[in-house]
């Protein structure tokens, strides 16, 4: 009896010890596997990060090298950095920004693009990042009518001459053109501005800001618009109707665009191609889009044209922007923003 007992013990406790070794075989393995799964989904993992950030910095370097307006910069280093030396030049350009700095609490600068839709585009971008909204009579107007009236209504059919900046000739075309140009200008105005929430207006206008095709589409339409108002004006003045301000007489005096026709051909027409806008182009463009435009003019520091407004006489109810320039030609954004 105790042999038969002993002897079931024995081949209890084997039995035991052969299944611990198949169990611990199979827990090895298993553990195995696991490792060598935690290890290939952490390399996975990683390989993955790694992957999504080289894309997000490549997407971000793109987006950055086709914004059209930069992200803010401090004003004293941009002074620094692009006015190096002694020149009389690059010393009063180093204390014109000194001046802002101290004086108008001017911080940071964001660089606008260098062409000849610089102005448009400083004036634009800035109505747009600040939710500015439509000036009032283009809330009681649909401005995708105004080609439209000009051609049809007023008989404007020299506006197959207008020229799409550099695209100098667009001939029958023109008037479908523009219209997709309202079209744009109109949609994004409105989106834009009813964006109350600033990061996600910001993401909105750098997203629109770094697409020539589209943003070129809103700088034709304001200088259709600044068109169709000068036609306006000039039809008022031929008849009588009513006053108008005294920019459109100024604007007429001038021998190169006494009246909308020659103001299109020597004027709007090579804005974005060869020119940027005048003076007396700045006025009506602040007087069109009801803000008003102050412009820092560093080339004239020191005299009374270092801060000029445009147009001059304005509503109080009017939003400013700021403008800056170092010779009139291209502009940048100044920011007090601390």
Known sequence: GRHEVWSWKTASKESLCLMWQKVKVQLMLSMSFLTALFWYCRRLYSFLAQLLKRWSNYLQRQLIRNLSVLPEVDLLGYSAREWKGETKQAKQMREAYEELFR?????????????????????????????????????????????????????????????F???????????????????????????????????????????????????????????????????????????????????????????????????????????????????????????????????????????EEFQVNYPDQYRREWNEISLLTEDDRYYHIPLSRT
């Open 103 to 163: 004086s108008c609490h001017i911080k940071y600068l964001r660089q606008v693009r260098r062409d000849n839709y610089s102005v448009v585009r400083a004036v634009l971008f800035q109505i747009f990042s600040q939710g500015i909204p439509f000036p009032s009579w283009m809330k009681e107007r649909d401005i995708l009518k105004l080609p439209e009236k000009l051609l049809y209504s007023q008989g404007c059919n020299w506006i197959q001459q207008y020229s």
């Open 165 to 303: 900046g550099p695209e100098r000739y667009t001939g029958p075309n023109a008037f479908g053109k523009l219209r997709k140009c309202m079209e744009a200008l109109k949609t994004n105005w409105a989106e834009i501005s009813a964006t109350r929430d600033y990061e996600e207006r910001g993401s909105m206008c750098n997203t629109l800001f770094s697409d020539e095709s589209k943003e070129y589409k809103l700088y034709e339409a304001i200088k259709f618009i600044m068109l169709y108002e000068v036609v306006e004006a000039y039809e008022q003045i031929k008849s009588r109707d009513e006053p108008v301000h005294n920019l459109f007489s100024l604007l007429f005096a001038r021998d190169s665009s006494s009246d909308p026709l020659s103001f299109m051909m020597n004027h709007l027409n090579s804005i974005g191609d060869s020119t940027c806008l005048d003076q007396v182009e700045l006025f009506l463009l602040g007087y069109l889009l009801e803000v008003k435009i102050r412009v820092y003019r560093l080339h004239r520091f020191n005299t």
